[in-house]
């Protein structure tokens, strides 16, 4: 019988063997890829100042973070919601001197001290890579290769990903479609949400046209630049589809422009990515300044629970299993564990070899089918 102190708060919950052994596998596969194009793995503590968390990065809201008094320090700790924050600090200081550009992946568990309606989780597996000391086309073309690879590693099938242009309203502000400063980030906030009506009570009329350049690549970018008369989002319009030749086959892509949310810290180039079988995004990414070095970069970070999803969930493990008897030889069971086998060994009389799981069983030296 379960009781209440055994309950687990809303939002954690135990990985099982089943879903514990399928995430391995698809981290392990994840950074295998990320492994191949040359990105080295980096570890950050699961603790840190929590003005350290919340100064690298725009967007990184401090009140969903899990904090508490250090008892050394007496200052404020928090456990990371977001480990891009840490990669961005590491490149800062500990290998500032590094050649760039410089090339960091990394994977472990953020928490957050209360989750969205959306994610109801509050302690999730975050995987992600990260180029430092570039921002460019080709840097955005090679972060967004790297994360197709790196879900088609894992085994994700009908990739599709969703590209947008954080900074599209104040760049058309300050140029062709001059925006009051204290009325952009209502215009932000309803082109983000597509609302029309929001929009031009917001003084946001001449966006109105934004709202209708999304969709399948192709078809959207021609509406976006023939919406750009003056030419203020040439350059942007061009790397976009740079970026997206890049691509080819291995991905749909789309494009919706005036996508706000989940890139507050991005800067002119931000990317979602979504797959078969997920319920939402598996990750997101794109271009970002790191604040204190002031330093240009480009990553993505992707989310282990969506991406189980696009798996088809926790898979049965098929292994064949071996039962070793009591008094087995041990030198036998070490050199069919060698070979493949996974062995379970019998503590009592009384284990059963077919009720824990086994398909064979340890006959002198010669494993035998049950």
């Known amino acids: 019988m379960t009781s209440q102190d055994d309950l687990l708060p809303v939002g954690l919950e135990d990985a099982l063997p089943a879903r514990a052994r399928t995430t391995t596998s698809a981290m392990r596969a994840v950074l295998d890829a990320m492994d ?10 699961l603790v840190e100042f929590e003005h350290s968390l919340a100064g690298r990065m725009d967007g990184v809201a401090t009140r969903r973070m899990v904090r508490f008094t250090d008892p050394d320090s007496l200052r404020t700790l928090a456990l990371r919601s977001d480990m891009t924050v840490q990669v961005g600090r590491i490149a ?5 001197s590094a050649p760039r550009p ?3 992946c990394y994977a472990g568990d953020v928490a957050l001290l209360r989750a969205d309606q959306l994610d109801p989780a509050r302690q999730r597996l975050q995987l992600g890579a990260e180029l430092i000391g570039a921002d460019s086309v080709a840097a955005a073309s090679e972060v967004v290769s790297v994360a197709i690879d790196a879900l088609r590693a894992a085994g994700v099938t009908n990739i599709s990903i ?6 599209l309203v104040d760049t058309l502000a300050a140029t062709s479609l001059p925006l009051d400063a204290d009325k952009r980030a209502a215009v932000r906030r309803e082109l983000d949400t597509k609302d029309a009506g ?5 003084g946001g009329e001449a966006y109105l046209p934004l709202l209708y350049a999304t969709g399948l690549f192709d078809e959207a970018i021609d509406k976006l630049s023939a919406l750009d008369a003056c030419g203020a989002l040439a350059s942007r319009i061009e790397g976009l589809r ?3 030749t890049t691509i080819g086959d291995r991905a749909r892509v789309t494009l919706d422009p005036t996508e706000r949310h989940g890139f507050e810290y991005q800067s002119w180039f931000g990317f979602t990515l979504y797959g078969e079988g997920a319920r939402g995004a598996l990750g997101r990414g794109g271009t970002y300044t790191i604040k204190g ?3 240009s970069a480009t990553g993505f970070s992707l989310y282990m629970d969506p991406l189980l999803d696009a798996l088809g969930g926790p898979q049965a493990d098929t292994r064949d299993r071996l039962f070793l008897p009591l008094g087995h030889d041990r030198d036998v069971a070490a050199r069919l564990r060698a070979v493949g086998w996974r062995t379970v060994a019998a503590v009592s009389d009384g284990d059963d070899a077919a009720a824990l799981g086994c398909s064979h069983r340890l006959d002198g030296a010669e494993p035998r089918p049950l």
């Open 242 to 244: 740079a970026i997206a």
């Open 293 to 295: 070095s002031d330093e």
């Open 102 to 104: 410089l090339r960091l």
């Open 162 to 167: 969703d590209f947008t242009l954080p900074d």
């Open 36 to 45: 191949a194009h040359g990105y080295d793995r980096v570890r950050p503590p």
């Open 198 to 202: 929001g929009l031009r009570e917001a």
């Open 92 to 96: 800062a200081t500990g290998m500032a």
